[in-house]
């Protein structure tokens, strides 16, 4: 089974405060994503990566950037953090789009408090 | 434009009721098809997937799910619900030969004794 781990369930964090969001997958999926999710707003893309050192915008990247140097981990970080970011933030891996298996698997969030 | 619509926010059944809960999409193309469910405070499960082939796609406990493309629909259907099966679920489309998912806004099932 994919095992998509997030190192935290819980954060809470200051207004203007650095912050990191630590996600691990051991299938050795190629690709990498972070999803808010705000209630009546469903999953929203923030970033996504489809290889080392290799990122995309998703659909709402502002006020965030990512960085993947290893292809097992991918972090979110908010640079300076607003309480309009917090959210419930989900990582999820896949293997390349085309194949049968590149369904999204997902960690269990982070559910990040802003103050 | 790419969407995914569940047009029902909420829906209450008593346990061992049937249960289907309604997924639209508009997409230019043959999309991929999930279905996820999210109990609360954990991360999405993958319930099942469309990609080609037998248009009745069967999953895990016990749903399933039938692919229309006439009315552009992946509605998923469970013949007799379990108290556990209440929470969130998300229909999602995948865009072939892209990276791009389109989540719905999701439908929370609440389930009577």
């Known amino acids: 089974d994919v095992k998509v781990t997030q190192s935290s369930r819980y954060l809470v964090k200051r207004t203007g405060e650095k912050v990191f969001l630590e996600c691990v997958q051991d299938m050795d999926h190629e690709n990498m994503f972070w999803y808010r999710q705000d209630p009546g707003l469903g999953l929203r893309l923030i970033y996504f990566s489809y290889d080392v050192k290799m990122k995309e915008k998703g659909d709402i990247p502002e006020g965030y950037s990512v960085s993947r140097e290893k292809k097992e981990r991918f972090s979110l970080i908010l640079e300076s953090a607003s309480t309009s970011q917090t959210s419930m933030y989900l990582c999820?891996?896949?293997?390349?789009?085309?194949?049968?298996?590149?369904?999204?698997?997902f960690g269990n969030g982070t559910r990040l408090t802003v103050t | 434009a790419q969407s995914v619509t569940q047009p029902d926010i909420h829906i209450t059944v008593s346990e061992g009721a049937s249960l289907e809960l309604r997924c639209n999409y508009s997409?230019?193309?043959?999309?991929?098809l999930f279905w996820y469910v999210q109990s609360p405070g954990q991360g999405l499960q993958l319930l099942l997937k469309?990609?080609?082939?037998?248009?009745l796609v069967q999953g895990i406990k016990g749903f399933e799910a039938e692919f229309k493309r006439s009315q552009s629909s992946f509605n998923l259907r469970k013949p007799s619900v379990h108290w556990s099966d209440a929470a969130e679920y998300f229909c999602?489309?995948?865009?072939?030969?892209?990276?791009?998912?389109?989540f719905g806004t999701g439908t929370r099932l609440k389930v009577l004794a």
């Open positions: 997409y230019g193309a043959t999309p991929y």
């Open positions: 999820a891996s896949s293997l390349p789009p085309g194949q049968e298996n590149s369904p999204l698997h």
């Open positions: 999602a489309v995948g865009a072939r030969g892209t990276y791009k998912y389109i």
């Open positions: 469309y990609f080609s082939g037998d248009t």
